[in-house]
């Protein structure tokens, strides 16, 4: 029950920094919008998000994909932070750094999506597998 009122917390938690980072993004502050993404992927997941990008896929799949101490939870974290960020590379036009995230970004929600149950369904992961596929 503990554990489970912890996880709870963590994610209603996790929910008010993205309003935070979905409102930089709105705003178009993109320095504070790039330090949240950050700082929230190091307090949720103890990952760097530059560090992650700079992996090639054979060190992605090692350190995200196969690594057994992340959660489902903290990977589905992961996955929305890198899709923010996605969009932010898109608005700036670099296509270099989206499309190597983006590569990552599916990867990542195929994986999430490959470990829920026969009877569970991620809505939020089918969603934005569906706009990553139809992306150019």
Request: hydrophobic letters at 40%; glycine letters at 0%; aromatic letters at 12%.
């Amino acid at each position: 029950m503990l554990r489970k009122d912890y996880i709870l917390r963590q994610l209603e938690e996790f929910g008010k920094v993205m309003a935070l980072i979905l409102n930089y993004k709105k705003l178009q502050d993109w320095d504070k919008f790039e330090n949240e993404i950050n700082a929230t992927s190091i307090k949720f997941t103890s990952i760097e998000i530059n560090k992650l990008e700079k992996f090639n896929e054979a060190d992605f799949k090692k350190e995200i994909l196969n690594n057994t101490t992340l959660t489902q939870d903290q990977l589905k974290i992961l996955a929305d932070l890198l899709f923010e960020k996605l969009n932010f590379y898109a608005q700036k036009n670099d296509t270099m750094s989206y499309n190597n995230l983006k590569v990552k970004c599916v990867h990542l929600y195929k994986h999430i999506q490959n470990q829920l149950t026969q009877n569970e369904f991620d809505l939020n992961v089918y969603y934005k597998l569906e706009i990553l596929n139809k992306k150019d």
